[in-house]
């Protein structure tokens, strides 16, 4: 099994729909990234968090440690939007300083 | 405030060569991160520094190693490449250990073919 686990793997949407990417996660971790790359490899960091909800424009994304779960909202979708979003524990304890990937899920939206 | 720089962009190298990869942190950033995302998968971290020292280390074999300097810069050396070392080759720098919670501002990527 792996270590994380993003679903769906595969997401098309039209423009202006609310999207949903959930990751779950098997290892104790300290904070959770969400990734944003693009097509040619630029990785952007969208979110760290470890605790709640945290919002950037039309972004939002949320943790719930105890269920070791989180999800990335995109309200109002764009065709920019397109990406492959990941989501990227960083394991703690004696997994100290590693980030592990999920397999990213890949979105399109179509105008 | 600079960014992650990676060098060179696009790399071909015949297999038993050795290459060197190399990246500049963001200004202020102790922490280097490098990771392999082979076409279509997710990356896969390969080593951290922190503050020129080696902290952790994914399941590579020792034929790739790195350095991280005193200005923080970072190399990434794998030698006797083989054909599936082609991948994208991501470093990502921090402001401390990762496992603190900083957040990881990444580079853009060296992609190396091996033929």
């Known amino acids: 099994k792996n270590e994380v686990e993003q679903s769906p793997q595969n997401l098309t949407a039209q423009e202006g729909e609310f999207i949903t990417i959930n990751c779950s996660y098997s290892v104790g971790i300290s904070a959770l990234h969400w990734l944003q790359q693009h097509p040619g490899g630029g990785i952007v960091s969208l979110f760290m968090l470890s605790s709640g909800k945290k919002k950037h424009g039309r972004l939002i994304a949320t943790i719930n440690i105890q269920e070791k779960h989180s999800s990335l909202h995109i309200t109002a979708s764009h065709p920019r939007d397109s990406a492959v979003y990941i989501c990227a524990p960083n394991a703690g304890g004696t997994s100290y300083g590693k980030l592990t990937f999920g397999q990213g899920t890949i979105l399109t939206v179509h105008p | 405030e600079t960014g992650v720089t990676q060098s060179p962009t696009h790399l071909i190298k015949t297999r038993g060569q050795q290459v060197t990869l190399r990246c500049s942190s963001q200004?202020?950033?102790?922490?280097v991160s490098w990771y392999q995302q082979a076409l279509g998968q997710g990356p896969q971290f390969i080593f951290q520094y922190y503050r020129e020292e080696e902290n952790g280390r994914g399941n590579f074999p020792p034929r790739f190693s790195g350095l991280q300097f005193p200005n923080y810069s970072s190399e990434l050396n794998v030698n006797a490449l083989e054909l599936d070392d082609s991948a994208l080759y991501l470093c990502a720098s921090s402001l401390g250990l990762v496992g603190s919670s900083y957040e990881q501002y990444f580079g853009p990527g060296t992609r190396l073919t091996v033929t």
């Open positions: 200004s202020g950033h102790n922490t």
